[in-house]
């Protein structure tokens, strides 16, 4: 069943037995006797791609829920932190990896060594339920799903710009004063029209149009041409905060904020959440809980 799930999520008998550490003849054979244990073929195979049939869709979902009672009750007489066991997938950011949850990682590993973490961080949206993730981190507004949406607050959006960059065109004072700056502009789809400078209104917030002469569609791309003096940025300061505490980047128009961004932890709607996922998103929120505005 595990192997089956790592097939379907990776898409690839090669790439899941790699990620397995076994031969690729065992995981097709391992399928091969699921398949005919429950008298249904689980995955389309051709020479290009593996993907789900409709009956192989159903057995995931179930199958993931089974797995997870599984580890469950194989722990549940033990006590400590030895009692959560298990591989443990999760997705945010870049930046929210490298600059928050890394460098506090060896406490959570520390306190339950038998979870093997897999972490990702991009700034593609990743498929929760298909490429078998137990909780992603979304910032923004969500989309319609059948994903459970735990909401943790909202990110505070700072302007920003390296102290060369000051030096050489100025510190603006006002919203005026940005006619005679340069914005990196950041977004999703190289080739779309980047929004401007957003700033807040009477009635909820606007976007100035701005000069630049670098677009971007990474954060760590974005928070890079700021600490090179490209121009300036708009970005959650949970980012930022390693390089404004070094001095290499200063908060700049702090009276002119773009609107906070919404912070959530996604996960699949299961009958029961695994323990370790549990206490994985409480003590992620723990670690979240200084940059984010309620």
Request: hydrophobic residues 40%; charged residues 20%.
């Amino acid at each position: 069943m595990r192997i089956f799930q790592r097939v379907a999520e990776m898409a690839s008998f090669t790439r899941a037995a790699e990620s397995m550490a076994i031969p690729k003849a065992s995981a097709s054979t391992a399928v091969q006797q699921l398949e005919s244990l429950l008298g249904t073929r689980l995955l389309h195979r051709t020479t290009r791609k593996v993907s789900l049939t409709h009956d192989g869709q159903a057995f995931y979902e179930r199958s993931r829920d089974l797995l997870g009672d599984i580890d469950e009750l194989q722990c549940m007489f033990q006590q400590g932190g030895q009692s959560l066991r298990g591989r443990l997938r999760v997705d945010m950011s870049t930046g929210m990896a490298c600059n928050i949850v890394i460098k506090r990682l060896p406490e959570f590993l520390q306190a339950h060594p038998s979870i093997e973490l897999e972490l990702s961080s991009t700034d593609r949206l990743v498929d929760l339920v298909r490429e078998g993730f137990d909780c992603v981190v979304r910032a923004g507004a969500l989309a319609q799903s059948n994903l459970v949406a735990h909401p943790l607050g909202h990110l505070r959006i700072i302007n920003c710009a390296s102290p060369d960059y000051l030096r050489r065109h100025g510190t603006p004072r006002s919203l005026a004063d940005l006619s005679a700056h340069r914005l990196i502009h950041y977004v999703s789809t190289l080739g779309s029209k980047p929004p401007g400078w957003e700033y807040p209104t009477g009635n909820g917030y606007a976007c100035l149009p701005m000069d630049g002469v670098l677009t971007v569609n990474n954060t760590e791309a974005y928070t890079a041409a700021c600490l090179a003096g490209l121009g300036l940025i708009q970005s959650p300061v949970a980012s930022l905060q390693p390089w404004l505490d070094q001095g290499r980047l200063v908060e700049v128009l702090p009276q002119f904020p773009a609107e906070p961004m919404p912070l959530s932890i996604l996960y699949a709607n299961r009958r029961n959440l695994p323990g370790r996922v549990r206490e994985f998103m409480v003590w992620l929120e723990g670690l979240l809980a200084p940059y984010l505005q309620r």
